[in-house]
């Protein structure tokens, strides 16, 4: 053996003890255990089915371009691909639309934090002004005027007619079907024994994950995500400066926040938690988003400003970016290209084989009258 083979070898121990030292403090990464079901929504595969359906359904928005698939395409990650989202016709959105992805795990939903369930969110998104800006009784009165959709409301809930909230019911059971399948992570494959499922790269990239670049403090856990919130410095997206229609919705999404009227005045940026705790320690924060599916969900962060995960890895390599609550956690890396390729290539390994395709769903047709007025006793 010479000098420079146990010289890598040496290195590559010492590595491994690093990582392992790291791993120890936080839970590891592994494969997703199945998601959490709310006792008052289980999942039923005829519920899962009308979900899909509604999940597809443009009838539940405002003027019927905006359905849940416009912004969560099977194709683009289950995200739409852009930085910022689409917005409600004549409007702008003002951050990345995250995948719905392995959402049924998460304890808080939004970049902000703001709903704590699928339940909540679905409605959320589905009457948010730059979003569906769909009206609760207006989409369940074109609900009631489908017979299809009658007939699956009652099969499914037994009501006489479709209601709104059973909507966001079968949406989010839908929603807690779309996981990764740990058979086709690699990384999960690897963790749950084939040491077969990762190359010598990714391999070095997880000891960088656990070690060196402390990516575990934050990512960890099956979800790869400990669902705190962190300031980490992402630059601000160029519309909230350059694009009038940006700047409209920058202004409203504060004043509609509820901040004082000087918040509001002199608003800068996107404030982040700092809306849920009016907590100006919370400026700039953001929940921990998971790492599974990274392959297909580009680009990153709340606001897409970083196109590639080699973006992301040079981004923290770097110590993040200016921020007035920046987190402690990030210092500069100092990481060699092959480093970066390294974790890049374990950052991967988290993502399915394949990506999570889904054909279109065949919705109801035209509306039709109702065979019976409605009793407002029901």
């Not at 890598?8 to 079901?37: C, E, V």
């Not at 059973?166 to 990764?180: F, G, K, M, P, V």
């Not at 938690?273 to 700039?284: A, C, E, Q, R, V």
């Not at 500069?332 to 394949?354: G, T, Y």
Request: with cysteine; charged share 20%.
């Amino acid at each position: 053996m010479n000098t420079t083979t146990r010289f890598t070898l040496a290195a590559g121990a010492m590595l491994l003890a690093l990582s392992a030292t790291a791993a120890d403090k936080y839970p590891a990464l592994g494969p997703l255990p199945p998601p959490p079901i709310p006792k008052d929504n289980p999942n039923t595969p005829a519920k899962v089915e009308l979900g899909k359906k509604l999940f597809w359904d443009n009838r539940l928005s405002g003027d019927g371009s905006m359905p849940c698939v416009s912004c969560h395409v099977p194709g683009l990650g289950w995200g739409d691909g852009g930085q910022i989202s689409r917005g409600y016709p004549g409007t702008k959105h003002w951050r990345n639309s995250q995948t719905v992805l392995n959402s049924g795990y998460y304890n808080k939903l939004f970049w902000e934090g703001s709903v704590t369930s699928l339940e909540q969110q679905a409605p959320a998104a589905a009457g948010g002004g730059v979003a569906g800006n769909g009206d609760d009784s207006v989409m369940e009165m074109r609900l009631r005027f489908l017979p299809e959709y009658v007939q699956e409301f009652n099969k499914v809930f037994g009501s006489q007619w479709p209601r709104i909230n059973d909507a966001w019911r079968a949406i989010a059971a839908y929603q807690r079907t779309l996981n990764s399948d740990a058979k086709k992570v690699p990384a999960d494959r690897y963790a749950m024994g084939d040491k077969k499922a990762l190359n010598d790269s990714q391999k070095r990239g997880m000891a960088l994950y656990n070690g060196k670049a402390n990516c575990i403090a934050c990512h960890n856990g099956p979800l790869a995500s400990n669902q705190q919130f962190f300031a980490t410095g992402v630059p601000d997206h160029p519309q909230f400066a350059e694009d009038p229609v940006g700047q409209v919705t920058h202004r409203w999404e504060w004043y509609q926040k509820g901040v004082s009227e000087s918040d509001y005045r002199n608003a800068k940026g996107d404030a982040g938690l700092f809306y849920i705790t009016m907590n100006p320690k919370d400026i700039g924060k953001w929940r921990v988003p998971s790492l599974r599916e990274l392959k297909y969900t580009g680009p990153y962060m709340h606001n897409g400003m970083l196109a590639t995960l080699g973006d992301v890895v040079e981004f923290y390599n770097q110590g993040g970016g200016a921020a007035q609550n920046k987190t402690k956690l990030l210092k500069p890396l100092k990481l060699s290209a092959q480093e970066k390729k390294d974790l890049v290539a374990f950052l991967e390994a988290l993502s399915m084989d394949e990506p999570l395709l889904q054909d279109d769903p065949k919705l109801p047709g035209d509306y039709q009258p109702l065979p019976a007025p409605i009793s407002a006793a029901k």
